[in-house]
Structure formats: C-alpha cells, structure tokens
C-alpha cells in the first residue's frame, strides 16, 4: 500500500525533528563528556609521560586515568574534589609549577587526607569546574581566600594570637584589642552594643570590604557612627585578616583539640591562669614553697619539664607539687614559656600581682574603651557635631569633675544624648553605652581607680 | 550486493515468528490492519480506530493536553533517573544536587530537564484549561472530564510545589515557607493544614521527607489514575468536543431497546447513542496513520524544546538552605505569586476568598453553566458573556503574577525591573 500524499509531509517532519533531537543529544553529550577537569587531567598526563625516565614510570603514567579524586573528611563535613584538577598538590617535584599543577608545601603538618582544601582555602570544594570552585559566583557564600589572607583560617582551629606561623593573624587581634574595637562591636560575648556583632563577620564580609569598612566606615555602610581608623597599611591589612578568621562555629573534635599551640605565650597563659605563682616565683614575685623558675631553663631539659607537668611524682618522686592534668600539649606550652624566660625576660603580667590601677588598664583595654576616648583614654576620636569639639573626650582629668561613686554610676548608666553643637544637624553619632551588666562590678572598680589614676601629676589647678 | 533497506529488514523481522508473536499485526498495510492495529495493541487501544477530521485540526486543540501529557511522561522517566541520586535528607539533599551537576554524567542535564519540564507542564495544563474553556469544551457530556481536569491542575500545582522544596536550597526552603504560609490563612483548618504539610510548625526534616513522599509516590500515582480517567472519559464522551452541526450528518443510531430473558454479546450492552463507524466515511479518519503521526511528531517537538532547554539554561540552585537568613523578599514559585500579591493586600482575600472561589467555581463550572451552546468552536459568539468574564479573570491573574515576580523587591515595595535593585546592605 502506497503512502497517502496527505501524509508525505509527515515524512520530512520526521526526518527534521529527528535530526534536532540526534544534534541535540550529541550537543548534550559533548557539554557532559567534554569537561573542563578533563583538560587538565591530559595535561597532567602529559607531563607524566614527559617526565618519565624508567619503564615502569613510563608503564605508570600510560596507566593513569580520567576520573574525578575527591578527599573525604567527615569529620569536617566536607567533600573536596579540589584534587581533581589540582593533581600534584601532594608531590614536591612539581614544586614551582604553574596552577593547577602546582605543589602545596605545608603538608606536614596538614596532611591533605585529614583536611582537605577547603577547611583552609575555602571555595566550593564539590564543584570541578574552576569558576564554580573557586566560589567567586553568585549563590554561593564562600568564595576562595586571596592567599594573602591565608593566615586568616589558621584562627579556624588554633587560637589567634599565639601561632607562630601566623604573624600577621596575631598582630590583627593586637591592632583590635588595642583599638578598642570591642567599645562598640561585640565579640564571642564581651563588648559594647552600638556597632555589629564581629562573631560571623569573616564569614559574611569580603576583605575589599572589610577594609573599606576601618578607613571610610560610611562608605560602605551609609550613615555609620563608626569613627575612621588611621592604621598603617601592614596593620590594615593584619586587622582585615584578622576580622576574616571570624567565622563563628568552633572546630570539631580533632581539630579543635589543636587550639593551643605549644607556643610560650600560651604556656604563659596557662602559667598566670593556674595560680602557679602560689607556690613558685619568677623575677622575685610569687611563693616560697617551690622553687624559683627564673633559671629552670637552665636546670633542666625540656623533656624532664614535659614529664613534670604531667606528673610530678614521675621525676621527682615525693613531690607535693599536684597532679594539675596538662594535656601534652599544655605541658609543652608551659615549658616553652619557662625555657624562653631563660633568653629574655618576658614582661609578667599576673592578675594577682597588679593593683587596681594596672588592672584597670587591662579592663579598659578589655572592654575597647579606647576605640572612643583614644589610645590611654587621651581623645581625638572624632563624634561630628558633639558640643566637645566635635570629638569624643578624653578621659584625662577625671578625677577633677567625679568621685569614684559618680564616675562608676556614669560608666554603669552611660549617657544616650550628646549635646549637639548645632541642633539643626544630625546628631552626634557615637554615644556612651549602659556598661552595668556588661563590665563586672570588681572590674568597674579597677576601671574607676585607673581613671581616677590618669591625672598628670602635679597639676592640681584648673577648677 | 543487493542490501535491504532498514524499512525492508523491519518488516522483515515483524513478520518473521518472533516478530508475530511480539505485535500480533504487522506494520499495517490495509485499512482493516490500520484498524486492528489500535484496537489490538495496548499502547494504541486507548485511541479510537477512526477518529474525526475536527479533532486533528491543530488550530483546534493546540495539542495542549498531549504536550501535557507527554511533560508528565518526561516527567517520569528523568525523575526516577534523579530518584537514583537524591537523598531527602536536610544533610544531604543539597549535597546530591551539586553533586548531580559537578559529578553525575549527564545529571545535571536531567535535572534541567525536569525542572523546565516541571514548570513548562503548570504551564501548559493552564492553557489547555483555557482552551476546554474557551471552546466551550466543558459542557454536556463532558462536565465530569472537566472536574476530572481541573483536579488534574490542582495535582500539576501540587506536583510542582513538592518538588520545588526537595533540592534544599535557599530559593526552594523560602518558597515553601511562604507558599505553606499562604494555606495557613484558610480559616479554621488553615494552622492546621500548614502543620499536616510540614510535620511541624516549620520547614525542616520532616517536611522534606513528607514532599518528597508526596512528590515521588502519592501525587504521581493519584495523577496517573487521574490521567487514565481523563484519557479514558475523553474517548467514552465521543472524542475532542466539536460542534454539533459536524454531527448531523452521521446517523444517530438509538441502541435496541433490550429484550428480557435473553444472554447477551458485549457489544449489545453499548448504551445510548454512538456515532456509526463508516455512516459518513469521509468525516472519519483511520487513527493510524493521521492521528499516531501527528502525536509523534508533537512528541519529538516536545523533545526538542525540552533538550534545547535543558542543554543552554540551567535549573536555579541557590545557596544551602538557611533558616536564619531569608532572603528579602522571599517569593512562593511563580505561578502562586498572584496569590502572594493578593495576599500582600489582604490575607483574607488573597489567602481565603479567592483561591476558594476559583477552585469552587472552577469544579462547579459545567453545573453552573450547563447549557449545550457554542461548543467545539473556539469564542463561540453565544458565550461571548462566559468568555469575557473568563478573560478578566485570567488577565488579572496574569497580571498579578507579573507584578509579583519583576515588580515587588525587598519587603515586597514596588521596585522597577529594568533599574538596578539597591546595593544590597544587610540588616544586623
């Protein structure tokens, strides 16, 4: 039977749709297969064979196939298929190769089958194509660290201030203590209520903005109070770190076991928070039960102070030293710090020991008092429009204008409303936050006597 | 050498044993295997053996219920590809997505075809809604198909709405947190139903696994027997609907009047009045060749959109869902964004009076307006006053789902689609 000629047409249809579809699927399957890792898996391939110099090299890498390497770490939540195009993070010999084939020093301590990549450079660990990875992207909240703020997801597991291979992370929380950031932004808990909280900024901010945000505050966040910051560029670019290690969330299990770092500033921390200093002295300061540690460096050998730590009875039996419970990693922090008071002799500075007005100071730094009455409580923060000359005032005379009640009831109420210059103006932005609640009673007291203590001496005139 | 054509060889095979034993007839070749080549094949038998020249005009039906029906095959086939991959767990379910795009050969690819496919069949149902309407399709002895039909919309929404949670991003959390508030308007069971949805007070774990419950078994299976019905009710009201005058040439033959005490052959149960096969041959077309053809070549266009689609514009995958941090504004998937837009006026009307007006009067429909006038033609003049109101009606929902998707931006204010939004600053 012949095709009805009414039904030719249909023919031709076929024929056209069918070729779309096969072109299509072809497409589809060229977009699938042909991907971006693939490319530079052959180069890697390349170079293998290029580099072979025995048989059983050249055997290996005739052997090497197309396929996505992904490092599993569980514990951190992660899948990091970074290594599918970054193939020779892990092989020193490719040392000085351009990406994506470059080595990744460093791996001694972070073994890339523990970490993975992300933990530290962020970006999108699952993704394999770089633009994805690499996180730069819309809808995805973690783009890639520049590498010269690295030193920031150190902070991730190992406390801030006390890593030696992170410099720059240290100096930033210096530069934010000192200030006085905490007078306004609130940090893990402790500082003022006019700014922001800091706990998650690092994971919310860029470093454009960040440091955008210290050196011109309203231009990038219209009508902030936030005084400008005149740091130098190594210390901006240090806090920006800094404030980019926030990221809220601590880590899990093994990794947060890594938080102290056996460093001597954190073996002193431990020495001052112990109460060491009952029972030992340094620099002739302490108790007289045990024996003085000025020159213990010198006495005895690390490992006999790492023993000791741990168990006192085990070196020197008859000990009535306690049992304190270091872990080995806080036994090699004290030792640390007791080994280098032999070299130079660190500042101590124990609670116990200070008076109220070095303890003061500690509390006004504490609290960042200084982002808005200055460094030393000297002024010139500047509070456009306040009837102060526009400044925030120092703090240096005092002691001339309250008693120590009226100075803590002004510190504990704070005060809402700064008189205006002009009132036809806006405002002046900064003010004095309620502290009560916030500063403890016994350190309002300290914070009081070391104001009361700022008046220059033998200056008694002026009211 | 002398080959046979690949045409040869098939026909070869369908008549060789094995070939006879798989499909009974072979490629047919006579009007009569034409015939018995619906009736005798499954896939085909839902088919009439002859079908009406009006019913194979294009310009008539716009093939919108068979484009429908093929999103949901397609639908089907690369949803159970997706099924292999996707765990509905919070942990997880976004986790599969990304690993769908950046791992799974061609995952990515079938997921962009079952989101355009998702969302081209909402589409699509709708207009085959309008259309029934428009040509009056809904009238005697169709009106229970069309209540069929219309719960079918109700499925397509319901289809779509679970599905739209299940990659667990930060489009899909927020979408449903706002289309769930919406059915918490409704009086008295509202609260109520919002809570049977999420299996909680909140989008969380047990509302993920409850859509994706829905969305993989309940729904697809209810709207498969739904289908069926509605193909099936298609065929037993006398095909596409077309209009009378079409009819009158064909003998109305008024079935026998049954005799009592008698045994009787099926075809004698046949009740009420059936066209006459070959009463009026030339209105009467075989279904194979002039109907299977063109629902072929709908369905390889079908096909071809959908690839074109899939293959040069990806499915929207946001951020991981983040409970603490809605995006501004959060928006319901478009096709409920007339309701939020009525709803940013009044949850009353917008959550309460109006979706339960169109529902109510959508079913009620052929009850209301039963009158066989100006059926099987397409803005019958006789129904110039259902037309028109249907139209204002429809223009108005389109246009309050415009406004709701390019004309309201943070805190659902008016915004202009063609300025750039703000910098975006963030609330702390």
């Given at each position: 039977?012949?095709?009805?000629?009414?039904?030719r047409?249909?023919?031709?249809?076929f024929t056209?749709?069918?070729?779309l579809?096969g072109?299509?699927?072809?497409?589809?399957?060229?977009?699938?297969?042909?991907?971006?890792?693939?490319?530079?898996?052959?180069?890697?391939f390349?170079?293998?064979?290029?580099?072979?110099n025995?048989?059983?090299?050249h055997?290996?890498?005739?052997?090497?196939?197309?396929?996505?390497?992904?490092?599993?770490?569980?514990?951190?939540?992660?899948?990091?298929?970074?290594?599918?195009?970054?193939?020779?993070v892990?092989?020193?010999s490719?040392?000085?190769?351009?990406?994506?084939?470059?080595?990744h020093?460093?791996?001694?301590q972070?073994?890339?089958?523990?970490?993975?990549?992300?933990?530290?450079?962020?970006?999108q660990?699952?993704?394999?194509?770089?633009a994805?990875?690499?996180?730069?992207?819309?809808?995805?909240d973690?783009p890639m660290?520049?590498?010269?703020?690295?030193?920031?997801?150190?902070?991730?597991?190992?406390?801030?201030?006390?890593?030696?291979?992170?410099?720059?992370?240290?100096?930033?929380?210096?530069v934010f203590?000192?200030?006085?950031?905490?007078?306004?932004?609130?940090?893990?808990?402790?500082?003022g209520i006019?700014g922001?909280e800091?706990?998650?900024?690092?994971?919310?901010?860029?470093?454009?903005?960040l440091?955008?945000?210290?050196?011109?505050?309203?231009?990038?966040?219209?009508?902030s109070?936030?005084?400008?910051?005149?740091?130098?560029e190594?210390?901006?670019?240090?806090?920006?770190?800094f404030?980019?290690?926030?990221?809220?969330?601590?880590?899990?299990?093994?990794?947060?076991?890594?938080?102290?770092?056996?460093?001597?500033?954190?073996?002193?921390h431990?020495?001052?928070q112990?109460?060491?200093?009952?029972?030992?002295?340094?620099?002739?300061q302490g108790?007289?039960?045990g024996?003085?540690?000025?020159?213990?460096?010198?006495?005895r050998?690390?490992?006999?102070?790492?023993?000791?730590?741990?168990?006192?009875?085990?070196?020197?039996?008859?000990?009535?030293?306690?049992?304190?419970?270091?872990?080995a990693?806080?036994?090699?922090?004290l030792?640390?710090?007791?080994?280098?008071?032999?070299?130079q002799?660190?500042?101590?500075?124990?609670?116990?020991?200070?008076g109220?007005?070095?303890?003061?100071?500690?509390?006004?730094?504490?609290?960042?008092?200084?982002?808005c009455h200055?460094?030393?409580a000297k002024?010139?923060?500047p509070?456009?429009?306040?009837k102060?000359?526009?400044?925030?005032?120092?703090?240096?005379?005092?002691?001339?204008?309250?008693?120590k009640?009226?100075?803590?009831?002004?510190?504990?109420?704070?005060?809402?409303?700064?008189?205006?210059?002009?009132?036809?103006?806006?405002?002046?932005?900064?003010?004095?936050?309620?502290?009560?609640?916030?500063?403890?009673?016994a350190?309002?007291?300290?914070?009081?006597?070391?104001?009361?203590?700022?008046?220059?001496k033998?200056?008694?005139?002026g009211? | 050498?002398?080959?046979?054509?690949?045409?040869?060889?098939?026909r070869?095979?369908?008549?060789?044993?094995v070939?006879?034993?798989?499909?009974?007839?072979?490629?047919?070749q006579?009007?009569?295997?034409?015939?018995q080549?619906?009736?005798?094949?499954?896939?085909?038998?839902?088919?009439?053996a002859?079908?009406?020249?009006?019913?194979l005009?294009?310009g008539?039906?716009l093939?919108?219920?068979?484009?429908s029906?093929?999103?949901f095959f397609?639908?089907?086939?690369?949803?159970?590809?997706?099924?292999?991959?996707?765990v509905?767990?919070?942990e997880?379910?976004?986790?599969?997505?990304?690993?769908l795009?950046?791992?799974?050969?061609?995952?990515?690819?079938?997921?962009?075809m079952h989101?355009?496919?998702?969302?081209?069949?909402?589409?699509?149902?709708?207009?085959?809604l309008?259309?029934?309407?428009?040509?009056?399709?809904y009238k005697?002895p169709r009106?229970?198909?069309?209540?069929?039909?219309?719960?079918?919309?109700?499925l397509t929404?319901g289809l779509?709405?679970?599905?739209?949670?299940?990659p667990?991003?930060?489009?899909?959390?927020?979408?449903?947190?706002?289309?769930?508030?919406?059915?918490?308007?409704?009086p008295?069971?509202?609260?109520?139903?919002?809570y049977?949805?999420?299996?909680?007070?909140?989008?969380?774990?047990?509302?993920?696994?409850?859509?994706?419950?829905?969305?993989?078994?309940?729904?697809?299976?209810?709207?498969?027997?739904?289908?069926?019905l509605h193909?099936w009710?298609?065929?037993?009201?006398?095909g596409?609907?077309?209009?009378?005058?079409?009819d009158?040439?064909?003998?109305?033959?008024?079935?026998p009047?049954?005799?009592?005490?008698?045994?009787?052959?099926?075809?004698?149960?046949?009740?009420g009045?059936t066209?006459?096969?070959?009463?009026?041959p030339?209105?009467?077309?075989?279904?194979?060749?002039?109907l299977i053809?063109?629902?072929?070549?709908?369905?390889?266009?079908?096909?071809?959109?959908?690839?074109?689609?899939?293959?040069?514009?990806?499915?929207?995958?946001?951020?991981?869902?983040?409970?603490i941090?809605?995006?501004?504004?959060?928006?319901a998937?478009w096709?409920?964004?007339?309701?939020?837009e009525?709803v940013?006026?009044?949850?009353l009307?917008?959550?309460?009076?109006?979706?339960?007006?169109?529902?109510?009067v959508?079913?009620?429909?052929?009850?209301?307006?039963?009158?066989?006038?100006?059926?099987?033609?397409?803005?019958?003049?006789?129904?110039?006053?259902?037309?028109?109101?249907?139209?204002?009606?429809?223009?108005?929902?389109?246009?309050?789902?415009?406004?709701?998707?390019?004309?309201?931006?943070?805190?659902?204010?008016?915004?202009q689609?063609?300025?750039?939004?703000?910098?975006?600053?963030e609330?702390?």
């Open positions: 039977m012949r095709t009805e000629p009414s039904l047409k249909f023919y031709g249809w056209v749709l069918g070729l579809i072109s299509l699927v072809v497409l589809g399957y060229y977009k699938d297969e042909f991907r971006e890792w693939k490319i530079y898996q052959r180069r890697y390349q170079e293998e064979a290029r580099r072979a025995t048989p059983q090299q055997q290996n890498a005739q052997n090497l196939e197309l396929a996505i390497r992904q490092i599993q770490v569980p514990d951190l939540n992660r899948v990091d298929r970074c290594t599918t195009c970054h193939l020779a892990d092989d020193p490719y040392g000085g190769y351009p990406q994506p084939l470059a080595y020093p460093l791996h001694e972070h073994p890339s089958e523990k970490f993975g990549c992300t933990i530290c450079h962020r970006g660990g699952r993704a394999t194509t770089s994805e990875a690499h996180g730069a992207i819309e809808h995805w973690e660290l520049p590498l010269a703020f690295i030193q920031a997801s150190c902070g991730k597991c190992h406390q801030a201030a006390d890593n030696p291979a992170a410099p720059e992370l240290a100096r930033g929380q210096q203590d000192e200030s006085g950031c905490r007078g306004c932004h609130k940090l893990d808990g402790t500082g006019l922001p800091l706990d998650r900024v690092g994971a919310r901010r860029s470093p454009e903005w440091a955008k945000h210290f050196i011109a505050p309203a231009s990038v966040t219209p009508g109070a936030m005084p400008p910051q005149k740091f130098s190594p210390d901006l670019h240090a806090v920006t770190l404030l980019l290690s926030l990221t809220g969330g601590g880590a899990p299990g093994y990794y947060a076991s890594m938080k102290v770092i056996p460093s001597a500033a954190e073996g002193q431990l020495f001052q112990k109460g060491c200093i009952g029972c030992h002295s340094l620099g002739g108790g007289k039960v024996p003085a540690l000025d020159d213990v460096g010198l006495r050998s690390a490992d006999w102070m790492v023993a000791h730590f741990r168990d006192p009875q085990s070196v020197t039996p008859g000990s009535v030293m306690p049992k304190f419970g270091f872990s990693l806080e036994a090699r922090a030792t640390e710090f007791l080994i280098r008071m032999k070299d002799h660190l500042s101590l500075s124990l609670p116990s020991l200070m109220p007005v070095e303890r003061g100071r500690e509390i006004f730094r504490k609290y960042g008092c200084a982002g200055g460094p030393a002024g010139g923060v509070n456009p429009n306040s102060t000359a526009e400044l925030v005032p120092g703090l240096l005379y005092v002691a001339d204008g309250y008693t009640a009226e100075l803590k009831a002004r510190i504990v109420k704070g005060q809402r409303e700064i008189p205006a210059m002009d009132p036809k103006r806006r405002p002046p932005p900064l003010y004095m936050p309620p502290w009560g609640g916030i500063i403890k009673d350190e309002m007291d300290d914070l009081v006597a070391y104001l009361i203590s700022l008046k220059p033998g200056e008694d005139v009211f | 050498m002398n080959l046979p054509s690949p045409l040869e060889l098939w070869r095979f369908q008549r060789s044993a070939g006879r034993s798989v499909f009974r007839v072979g490629l047919p006579s009007s009569l295997e034409r015939a080549a619906m009736v005798s094949s499954f896939v085909l038998h839902i088919q009439p002859k079908t009406h020249r009006h019913s005009k294009p008539y039906s093939g919108l219920g068979l484009i029906l093929y999103l397609l639908l089907f086939a690369t949803g159970l590809l997706l099924m292999f991959y996707y509905p767990s919070t997880r379910a976004y986790d599969s997505m990304k690993d795009q950046f791992v799974v050969s061609a995952g990515l690819l079938i997921r962009n989101r355009w496919a998702a969302h081209l069949m909402v589409l699509f149902v709708m207009l085959h309008c259309r029934v309407f428009y040509t009056g399709s005697s009106e229970f198909n069309w209540v069929i039909g219309v719960c079918l919309f109700l929404l779509s709405f679970t599905g739209y949670l299940l667990w991003d930060q489009l899909a959390f927020w979408a449903i947190t706002v289309g769930t508030n919406i059915a918490a308007y409704a008295v069971i509202g609260p109520k139903m919002k049977v949805m999420l299996g909680g007070n909140a989008v969380g774990q047990e509302a993920l696994v409850r859509f994706y419950a829905l969305h993989v078994i309940v729904l697809p299976a209810i709207a498969a027997f739904l289908i069926s193909l009710r298609v065929r037993k009201d006398g596409l609907s077309r209009p009378a005058e079409l009158e040439p064909v003998t109305q033959v008024e079935a009047r049954l005799p009592t005490a008698k045994t009787y052959g099926l075809m004698e149960l046949a009740r009045t066209p006459q096969v070959g009463a009026d030339d209105e009467f077309v075989l279904s194979w060749p002039h053809f063109r629902e072929l070549l709908l369905f390889l266009l079908v096909v071809v959109v959908l690839l074109f689609l899939a293959i040069f514009w990806n499915a929207p995958l946001e951020e991981m869902a983040n409970a941090h809605p995006p501004n504004p959060a928006k998937p096709y409920f964004l007339g309701l939020q009525l940013s006026y009044s949850a009307w917008g959550g309460v009076i109006v979706p339960g007006l169109l529902v109510g959508l079913v009620l429909l052929p009850y209301l307006d039963g009158k066989p006038r100006g059926v099987g033609k397409w803005f019958a003049h006789e129904r110039i006053v259902a037309n028109s109101v249907f139209t204002v009606c429809l223009i108005t929902a389109i246009i309050l789902t415009i406004i709701g998707t390019w004309f309201r931006g943070p805190n659902w204010a008016w915004q689609p063609w300025k750039p939004v703000a910098a975006h600053t609330a702390h």
